[in-house]
């Protein structure tokens, strides 16, 4: 599995920026892809994520009314569009897989760095 994270940049407060993750190397139909950020000196922390069978999300608190999370099947393609940015959202983002049942993510893709300004 490869998973190939591109999208990031610098964006003042109150921006939108849209980040891709490009999944290859299996078919994803029993996987669940989640976005992931890691801020400096703080730990990673879970975003949102989608079962890329069914289509269903979760998020958490801080992404919520901000955040969508979506799939392109087509493409094999998921998407974390962010609205709304604030200064605090800045970190590493990552993108994750794991087989649906699993409780760990087991691939990860190289981050892309968000920063927003104020």
């Known amino acids: 599995v490869q998973l190939q994270a591109s999208g990031g940049g610098l964006v003042q407060a109150g921006g939108s920026l849209r980040l891709s993750c490009a999944a290859s190397?299996?078919?994803?139909?029993?996987?669940?892809m989640g976005w992931f950020r890691q801020a400096s000196g703080k730990e990673r922390e879970f975003v949102a994520s989608i079962n890329w069978s069914s289509g269903s999300t979760y998020y958490a608190d801080s992404a919520k009314g901000r955040f969508t999370i979506s799939r392109d099947n087509a493409k094999n393609t998921v998407y974390l569009q962010m609205n709304s940015l604030k200064p605090e959202d800045t970190a590493v983002y990552y993108c994750?897989?794991?087989?649906?049942?699993?409780?760990?993510?087991?691939?990860w893709g190289q981050g892309t760095q968000v920063t927003v300004s104020s």
């Open positions: 994750a897989a794991k087989i649906t049942i699993a409780t760990m993510y087991d691939y």
């Open positions: 190397g299996r078919t994803f139909s029993n996987y669940r």
